[in-house]
């Protein structure tokens, strides 16, 4: 850290960089708006052990902030970079007054800032000079106003009766014509007229509310543009106004194949705001119940996948064989899907009677099913015509696209998060970290089919060696407390009270963590302004930066290639959409 | 019982058998599918679910004829009744016993393949007139896709045609009484059941309809029972290919005496439906150019030397 400082302040000038401390640990510096594309060029290309991609770009609105450690700001953008070298992060923000909205774009640092920058600019209304095609990207594009703004209301009920004259219905049919241009596409190039296929939102093949708008020579894909959006929920300005404890449910839906893996991601970062140690069991519950869930989201992929390629059957197996993971799930949790099971402080409450029993008998049963898929699935011929070698990408170009997870280690980039940077106890899991050499849609399916193998490694040493003890920790602030000790004292019933009906007040501060979920990385940064809510709940989710690569990796492809593509890459449209 | 009588009543006799097939193929598709796919599949309607197709019937007939305002019109409602007619007309020349068949025409093979040659006029016509991208994209790919598979279908069948010396069903039976031609022509069968069903487009070669990419391609816009016709064209065209493959190659109506001709040529025909259905139930789906590469690479060729090898033990 140390290091670093004195080389950025070596070489930007000492007055320019400052620094601020954050409760993650994560280097944080502060750089002038004009200086950005510099000193990012300088991170990512200039050092030794450089910080290769970047793993997130987002502003946050500090008008009515009262507790700040950094500097003065109206709107601050914050860039998360990442270094695999180092396995370290480091993140730069900028400040930017109230009036003065704009800064350099650094789309030509990396490919995968548009969308980023196009997000900032849909949230916050912040102009990124110089950035190719800065337009809405979440928001429809007739929408007023900028939803992240402290000032831009929540709440249906705070924006007064919707009404629809017909003036305003002609301005949104209007907008909802399709113009190349506005894509940025050429209608013709100099010896072909395109064909421009619509594809989605309603489509079998796009697995959610996703649109693409195709450029087609005959059925060769000259290029793709996604439109994302329709799942949009403001699942991050619902972090504002939701108590630190009533917002766990709304993780669940954000990759909701994920289940409780994003309780977990959402937890580490609070209970790092809160300073928590959660006991063992509690840990080993969390991994168990996260490594099933990345069985079942996986389960949900291979079937997909394999109908996209035109196979019916395997996707009926593998449902039925994710009911037997939701049957585990429903007898420990109550849930299936979204079982919003994880507490601040460890679960909601110990594992019932006769789990192990359930757990063994799935561990015995699944591996001789995944043979069978194999048999069915992996080594039938035509299925790998259909998917060797087709939406190929390597680690170099994965990286500057910020990919991660299986479609990363499909390049032949050993990089898991459970082993690079282990949390809630994965290292004491004795687990494999599967890698595949190509980087194409056959590769993506063997990384994932391998990591349920993984996975259920991990479950049998769950069950093996679940530690005795509390399934809750002890802290103040677990919410809500172990139900024993609210009945026997009157300091943990009052605190039981307070942290149910107002919430619990996490101590102001920022902190970021990030885990290995289903799809890549799942990390949330959130803000605290000592309050009952989070001042800001950024998500980080894996599928935004994979889908922003489709046209990158599609291009002269034909439309079937794409749907394999997509069935591929295994992104949920609420991941990408929040 | 004069002979225009008889014929009478060969030929309703045979619509009837069809329509009939046709409603119960799709239930027992479904029914098979679902055991196949550990699910249940339609039980609800009658017993086992056996009137699930005709509840299906009532609903399409008597939904809203809905023709999309862009479309063509006259061609957008004669694309289904061309598969239908085309899937009807072939099976007038496939013997069901000694004596029982419609036409018993001199050059019943040649008629059959010009009946599913006409086949394809449904899709382009379907989905061109529908003025649908999605439509369009299926029919050029099911119009490519008809084309190659048409060639080598047709030489496939020569063997057969060379070892019987004629192109009369009924006489291509008579000449397997000593051995079902799948034997001697196992390569002529392969081929020619794979272009079979790739005419028929369905899985594992239903491209111009691919679900997961164009939808339903050619028959996007259709709905009510122009929807339905095309299913019923294409469960006629399975019981179809069933029933020719069977006489081409697998002796017809012949079979031990304990059970008549017909119940022979109807359990042959009801195996290779079967294991039609089992193949949709199994195989993911080629890409286009895959297929045609296949087609023009290794089947066509096959074909070839197959005649060849044919030609050279019957000439011998």
Same mark, same amino acid.
């Given at each position: 850290m140390?290091?670093?400082?004195?080389?950025l302040?070596?070489r930007?000038?000492e007055?320019?960089?400052?620094?601020?401390s954050?409760?993650?640990? !994560?280097?944080?510096?502060w750089?002038?708006?004009?200086?950005?594309?510099?000193?990012?060029?300088?991170?990512?290309?200039e050092?030794?052990?450089?910080?290769?991609?970047?793993?997130?770009?987002?502003?946050?609105?500090?008008?009515?902030?009262?507790h700040?450690?950094?500097?003065?700001?109206?709107?601050?953008v914050v860039?998360h970079?990442?270094?695999?070298?180092?396995?370290?992060?480091?993140?730069?923000k900028?400040a930017?007054?109230?009036?003065?909205?704009?800064?350099?774009s650094?789309?030509?640092?990396?490919?995968?800032a548009?969308?980023y920058?196009?997000?900032?600019?849909?949230?916050f209304?912040?102009h /990124?000079e110089g950035?190719?095609?800065?337009?809405?990207?979440?928001?429809?594009?007739?929408?007023?106003?900028h939803?992240?703004?402290k000032e831009?209301p929540?709440?249906?009920?705070?924006?007064?009766?919707?009404?629809l004259?017909?003036?305003?219905?002609?301005?949104?049919?209007?907008?909802l014509?399709?113009?190349p241009?506005?894509?940025?596409?050429?209608?013709?190039?100099?010896?072909?007229?395109?064909?421009f296929?619509?594809?989605?939102?309603?489509?079998p093949?796009?697995?959610?509310?996703?649109?693409?708008?195709?450029?087609?020579?005959?059925e060769?894909?000259?290029?793709?543009?996604p439109?994302?959006?329709?799942?949009?929920?403001?699942?991050?300005?619902?972090?504002?106004?939701?108590?630190?404890?009533t917002?766990i449910?709304?993780?669940?839906?954000?990759?909701?194949?994920?289940?409780?893996?994003?309780?977990?991601?959402?937890?580490?970062?609070?209970?790092?705001?809160?300073?928590?140690?959660?006991?063992?069991?509690?840990?080993?519950?969390?991994?168990?119940l996260?490594e099933l869930?990345r069985?079942?989201?996986?389960?949900?992929?291979?079937?997909?996948?394999?109908?996209?390629?035109?196979?019916?059957?395997p996707?009926?197996?593998?449902?039925?064989?994710?009911?037997?993971i939701?049957?585990?799930i429903?007898?420990?949790?109550?849930?299936?899907m979204h079982?919003?099971?994880f507490r601040?402080?460890?679960?909601a409450?110990?594992l019932?009677?006769?789990?192990?029993?359930?757990?063994?008998?799935? !561990?015995a049963?699944?591996?001789?099913r995944?043979?069978?898929?194999?048999r069915?699935?992996?080594?039938n011929?035509?299925?790998?015509?259909?998917t060797?070698?087709?939406?190929?990408?390597?680690?170099?170009?994965?990286i500057?696209?910020?990919?991660?997870g299986?479609?990363?280690?499909?390049t032949?980039m050993?990089?898991?998060?459970?082993?690079?940077?282990?949390?809630?106890?994965y290292?004491q899991?004795?687990?494999?970290?599967?890698?595949?050499?190509?980087?194409?849609?056959?590769d993506r399916a063997?990384?994932?089919?391998?990591?349920?193998?993984?996975?259920?490694?991990i479950?049998?040493?769950?069950?093996k060696?679940?530690p005795?003890?509390?399934?809750?920790s002890?802290?103040?602030?677990?919410?809500?407390?172990?139900?024993?000790?609210?009945?026997?004292?009157?300091?943990t019933?009052?605190?039981?009270?307070?942290?149910?009906?107002?919430?619990?007040?996490?101590?102001?501060?920022?902190?970021?963590?990030?885990?290995?979920?289903?799809?890549?990385?799942?990390?949330?940064?959130?803000?605290?302004?000592?309050?009952?809510?989070s001042?800001?709940?950024?998500?980080?989710?894996?599928?935004?930066?994979?889908?922003q690569?489709?046209?990158?990796?599609?291009q002269?492809?034909?439309?079937?290639?794409?749907?394999?593509?997509l069935?591929?890459?295994?992104?949920?449209?609420?991941?990408?959409?929040? | 019982?004069s002979e225009?009588?008889?014929?009478?009543?060969?030929?309703?006799?045979?619509i009837?058998?069809?329509?009939?097939?046709?409603?119960?193929?799709i239930?027992l598709e479904?029914?098979?599918?679902?055991?196949?796919?550990?699910?249940k599949?339609?039980?609800?309607?009658?017993?086992?679910?056996i009137?699930?197709?005709?509840?299906?019937?009532?609903?399409?007939?008597?939904?809203?004829?809905w023709?999309?305002?862009?479309?063509?019109?006259?061609?957008?409602?004669?694309?289904?009744?061309?598969?239908v007619?085309?899937?009807?007309?072939?099976?007038?020349i496939?013997?069901?016993?000694?004596?029982?068949?419609?036409a018993?025409?001199n050059i019943g093979?040649?008629?059959?393949?010009?009946m599913?040659?006409?086949g394809?006029?449904a899709?382009?016509?379907?989905?061109?007139?529908?003025?649908?991208?999605?439509?369009l994209?299926?029919?050029?790919?099911g119009a490519?896709?008809m084309?190659t598979?048409?060639v080598?279908?047709?030489?496939?069948?020569?063997g057969?045609?060379?070892?019987?010396?004629?192109?009369?069903?009924?006489e291509?039976?008579?000449?397997?009484?000593?051995?079902?031609n799948?034997v001697?022509?196992?390569?002529g069968?392969?081929v020619?059941?794979?272009?079979?069903?790739?005419?028929l487009?369905?899985?594992p070669?239903?491209i111009?309809?691919?679900?997961?990419?164009?939808i339903?391609?050619?028959?996007?816009?259709?709905?009510?029972?122009?929807?339905?016709? /095309?299913?019923?064209?294409?469960?006629?065209?399975?019981?179809?290919?069933?029933?020719?493959t069977?006489?081409?190659?697998?002796?017809?109506w012949?079979?031990?005496?304990?059970l008549?001709?017909?119940?022979?040529?109807?359990?042959?025909?009801f195996?290779?439906?079967?294991?039609?259905?089992l193949?949709?139930?199994?195989?993911?789906?080629?890409?286009?150019d895959q297929?045609?590469?296949?087609?023009?690479?290794i089947?066509?060729?096959?074909?070839?030397i197959n005649?060849?090898?044919?030609g050279?033990f019957?000439?011998?």
């Amino acid at each position: 850290m140390e290091e670093l400082t004195r080389k950025l302040q070596e070489r930007f000038g000492e007055g320019q960089i400052a620094t601020q401390s954050t409760r993650d640990g !994560i280097p944080t510096y502060w750089v002038p708006a004009r200086d950005i594309p510099k000193v990012l060029r300088f991170l990512k290309e200039e050092i030794s052990q450089p910080y290769s991609m970047l793993y997130d770009l987002f502003a946050i609105d500090e008008r009515p902030r009262k507790h700040r450690t950094g500097q003065e700001s109206d709107f601050t953008v914050v860039y998360h970079l990442l270094s695999f070298e180092r396995n370290a992060d480091i993140r730069i923000k900028t400040a930017l007054k109230d009036g003065e909205r704009g800064l350099p774009s650094i789309c030509s640092l990396w490919a995968n800032a548009n969308w980023y920058e196009r997000e900032a600019y849909d949230m916050f209304g912040i102009h /990124f000079e110089g950035h190719p095609h800065l337009r809405r990207i979440l928001m429809p594009q007739t929408w007023e106003g900028h939803p992240l703004r402290k000032e831009h209301p929540a709440r249906a009920t705070e924006m007064g009766p919707f009404q629809l004259p017909p003036d305003k219905q002609d301005r949104e049919q209007q907008a909802l014509q399709f113009k190349p241009e506005e894509w940025g596409l050429e209608r013709e190039s100099e010896d072909t007229e395109f064909m421009f296929l619509n594809l989605g939102p309603q489509h079998p093949g796009t697995h959610g509310v996703l649109r693409l708008a195709l450029q087609l020579d005959g059925e060769d894909i000259v290029d793709v543009v996604p439109d994302i959006g329709f799942h949009h929920r403001g699942a991050e300005k619902m972090g504002e106004r939701q108590s630190w404890h009533t917002y766990i449910p709304y993780t669940d839906r954000v990759d909701y194949l994920g289940g409780v893996m994003n309780n977990l991601a959402y937890l580490l970062a609070v209970e790092r705001l809160a300073g928590i140690d959660v006991p063992p069991r509690a840990q080993v519950i969390r991994v168990m119940l996260c490594e099933l869930f990345r069985i079942a989201s996986h389960l949900v992929w291979y079937g997909t996948f394999a109908q996209d390629v035109g196979q019916l059957s395997p996707v009926f197996y593998m449902f039925s064989d994710r009911e037997r993971i939701f049957d585990i799930i429903g007898a420990v949790c109550g849930g299936r899907m979204h079982p919003n099971w994880f507490r601040i402080g460890g679960v909601a409450a110990d594992l019932p009677e006769g789990w192990d029993k359930m757990v063994a008998d799935f !561990i015995a049963y699944f591996p001789k099913r995944l043979r069978k898929y194999d048999r069915l699935v992996m080594k039938n011929r035509i299925f790998k015509d259909r998917t060797v070698g087709i939406g190929v990408y390597d680690t170099q170009e994965a990286i500057e696209w910020g990919v991660t997870g299986p479609g990363l280690r499909a390049t032949g980039m050993e990089w898991d998060f459970r082993k690079k940077r282990p949390y809630s106890s994965y290292d004491q899991f004795d687990f494999e970290v599967p890698v595949a050499a190509n980087g194409d849609c056959y590769d993506r399916a063997v990384v994932r089919i391998e990591e349920m193998r993984q996975s259920l490694r991990i479950v049998e040493q769950c069950l093996k060696n679940m530690p005795e003890g509390d399934y809750k920790s002890r802290h103040p602030l677990t919410t809500p407390p172990a139900k024993e000790h609210t009945m026997h004292d009157i300091e943990t019933l009052i605190n039981h009270f307070l942290n149910v009906s107002w919430g619990p007040v996490i101590p102001a501060g920022e902190a970021f963590h990030g885990i290995e979920a289903t799809k890549g990385s799942n990390g949330y940064y959130l803000i605290s302004d000592g309050s009952t809510t989070s001042y800001r709940t950024r998500i980080r989710t894996p599928s935004f930066p994979q889908m922003q690569m489709i046209s990158f990796i599609s291009q002269g492809y034909t439309v079937a290639d794409l749907l394999a593509i997509l069935g591929s890459i295994d992104y949920v449209l609420a991941d990408i959409d929040r | 019982m004069s002979e225009t009588l008889r014929l009478w009543l060969i030929v309703v006799g045979v619509i009837a058998l069809l329509l009939t097939i046709a409603p119960g193929l799709i239930w027992l598709e479904r029914r098979l599918l679902g055991w196949w796919q550990d699910r249940k599949g339609p039980n609800r309607v009658g017993p086992f679910g056996i009137f699930q197709p005709l509840a299906d019937a009532i609903k399409l007939i008597f939904k809203e004829d809905w023709i999309p305002p862009f479309a063509d019109k006259p061609v957008f409602i004669l694309a289904p009744a061309v598969v239908v007619f085309t899937a009807f007309m072939s099976y007038a020349i496939i013997p069901l016993a000694p004596g029982i068949v419609v036409a018993d025409l001199n050059i019943g093979v040649l008629f059959f393949l010009a009946m599913s040659s006409l086949g394809v006029y449904a899709i382009v016509l379907g989905g061109w007139s529908s003025n649908n991208k999605y439509s369009l994209l299926g029919a050029m790919r099911g119009a490519a896709q008809m084309i190659t598979y048409e060639v080598f279908m047709g030489i496939s069948l020569l063997g057969v045609v060379m070892m019987a010396g004629s192109f009369n069903l009924s006489e291509i039976v008579l000449a397997q009484q000593g051995m079902w031609n799948v034997v001697p022509q196992f390569v002529g069968f392969v081929v020619f059941f794979i272009a079979g069903v790739a005419e028929l487009h369905r899985l594992p070669f239903d491209i111009p309809e691919a679900e997961s990419e164009l939808i339903a391609g050619y028959h996007s816009e259709y709905s009510g029972m122009k929807f339905g016709m /095309f299913f019923v064209g294409e469960y006629i065209g399975v019981t179809m290919l069933a029933g020719f493959t069977t006489t081409m190659f697998f002796g017809g109506w012949l079979g031990p005496s304990f059970l008549p001709g017909i119940a022979w040529f109807l359990l042959k025909t009801f195996a290779i439906i079967v294991f039609i259905i089992l193949l949709r139930g199994s195989l993911p789906r080629p890409r286009y150019d895959q297929l045609m590469g296949y087609g023009w690479k290794i089947l066509l060729p096959l074909s070839l030397i197959n005649l060849m090898v044919t030609g050279y033990f019957l000439l011998r």
